[in-house]
């Protein structure tokens, strides 16, 4: 999610970008849900406020054996109203989140505007690309004699899976140890095992939820709360091992003594 505080300071700004990446910020959207927001926050703050000032008259009257009925009905009195708006303050600001969540990042200022590939700007060029004196196969006619079976693999899970056999099954799992040891052994990073299924937090964590979730593969989970209500506590089949790594810090504010973490996983 966008820093809201870069929000309220340069929105303009971020409308812009975010115009030049090709997505429509929704600016009435937006401003019409962070005026709501803003008003009952500052009506909730008044009234807290309001509401400490009365409890210590109450104590400093009842310090100095006066009557204070009149003070505490008029604590009680707010109590209901800073109740409702404590509420509707929460449920103003899941609005906000839940239309920032679908927001994209901000592109860096280096990245030109454009509408395809075509007005991508060439930073630099190294070589030049082969030229071959043979007709160039496509990856199932190079695969297949290696022991890349894409029928069996429509067979079992449907189109554009594989299975792989023999050598090039070898392969795979070497390339996938070649590179945990690699980076473990030379260049000091951590080797991590993590979970393939995750938490909404997680998926949410890492830009896959809200945007993605018609593209997940969903396990539906519900759990019970201390008070004995049941939450949803559904688990989400990561997309790459980047989701969990991610999110081993998510929450956390980190001493920049330690930093930076290099974490490795397959």
Do not use: W
């Amino acid at each position: 999610m966008l820093d809201i505080q870069l929000l309220r300071s340069d929105l303009a700004a971020v409308a812009k970008r975010l115009g030049d990446r090709g997505y429509a910020f929704p600016l009435a959207d937006y401003e019409k849900l962070e005026a709501g927001r803003k008003s009952v926050q500052i009506e909730t703050q008044e009234l807290q406020a309001k509401r400490n000032q009365l409890s210590k008259q109450v104590g400093q009257m009842k310090g100095k054996g006066e009557d204070a009925s009149q003070v505490i009905a008029q604590v009680n009195a707010q109590a209901d109203r800073l109740k409702a708006l404590e509420q509707e303050l929460q449920a103003s600001q899941a609005r906000l989140d839940a239309l920032l969540l679908d927001v994209p990042n901000v592109p860096h200022a280096s990245v030109p505007a454009g509408k395809s590939a075509e007005d991508n700007a060439e930073v630099r060029r190294s070589g030049e690309p082969r030229q071959f004196a043979f007709a160039v196969k496509d990856h199932v006619d190079v695969g297949a004699p290696l022991g890349m079976d894409f029928e069996t693999a429509t067979k079992i899970s449907g189109t554009r899976f594989v299975v792989m056999k023999g050598q090039v099954a070898r392969l795979h799992r070497a390339l996938a140890q070649f590179m945990l040891d690699l980076h473990t052994r030379e260049h000091g990073y951590t080797e991590i095992y993590a979970p393939y299924l995750v938490n909404a937090d997680s998926m949410r964590g890492t830009g896959q939820l809200p945007k993605f979730e018609e593209d997940l593969f969903k396990v539906p989970r519900q759990a019970a709360d201390g008070d004995g209500k049941t939450r949803d506590a559904s688990l989400y089949l990561i997309p790459t091992a980047e989701v969990p790594v991610t999110n081993i810090v998510r929450g956390e504010i980190l001493p920049m003594a330690g930093l930076p973490l290099k974490f490795v996983c397959h």
